[in-house]
């Protein structure tokens, strides 16, 4: 048989968008970060880690998945960070080819997975049921997720953190998705622009280093970036918040807060890019945070 016969017996590739929804904190973006082998969106073990739709790109024989993280369906939407990220996650599941079902089995199914699957309701697109955190020994409530599984197309039991899983969900993804040219280029895994990345990167050291409700109030904007000639990369950022009272605790006594944020991102940047990082980090109070950040100028190159 000649290569041209073998390559006319090939399927036709396969190209689309898949949306992960779910509550806030089932491993959306842990999931996210685990498809594309690499982190592209942040993480925290609080809720209302994400705040943007963000595209994980995985590049696959068999086709091209854009996967895209959304910011966690959030019940309490009485302030304004929480309106805009359910109006965020209800907006991206428009126009999607597939939608993945992230829930975490360690949790009761309550009225926030209700909103989410009268949302799904609405859809046209295949369903897959990705049942996550299945490395937990104990999921009380695995049963009352998996009898859900009659209203999906297929059910996966993945773990995002342990990247168990993973090949099955592929394999249902790209079963499902339509047949179509790849839409991004080859090697691109992200529509974020860097800028964008480094600032996110800084949010969560925000989130593992301090107090619940610090990080809610706040945003991180990046002022100047810049090669040095002895190959240092100098950042200039500065983190944005509500009040006077967050802006002390972010610095913390003596500075040691924010000396901390700042190297840990430090260290994860240089680890990330093999180069020496210096990282000028800065605290702003501004009562309109949320609105000089949103929208941002966040995707692209
Ligand atoms: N044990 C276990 N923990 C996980 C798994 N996947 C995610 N987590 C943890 O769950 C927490 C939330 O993960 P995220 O990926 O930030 O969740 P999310 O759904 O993106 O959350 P939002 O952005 O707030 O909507 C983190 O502490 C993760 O480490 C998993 O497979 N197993
Ligand atoms: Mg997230």
Redesign the pocket.
Known sequence: MSKNNIKAIQPPKKSGFAVLV?R???????LLNALVGTKVAI???K????RQTIHGIVHDPRGQAVFMDT??VFEKAHDRLTKRLNMIARDSLRDIDLVVYVVDPTRAVGNEEHIVLRLLENTDAPKILAI??T??RDLPYLGSYEALAARFDQTVSI????GRGLKQLLDAVFELLPEGEPIYPEFQVTNLNQKFWIAELIREKIFTQLHAEIPYSAGVEINEMEKRENGLIYIRATILTAAERYKGMIIGAGGRKIKEIGAVARKELEIIWNSKVFLDLQVEVDERWLDRLVPLDCYGP
């Open positions: 779910g806030s904190n089932v491993g959306k973006s842990t993480t925290s073990p809720p209302q880690t994400t910011p966690g996550n955190k490395d937990l773990s995002a953190e342990k």
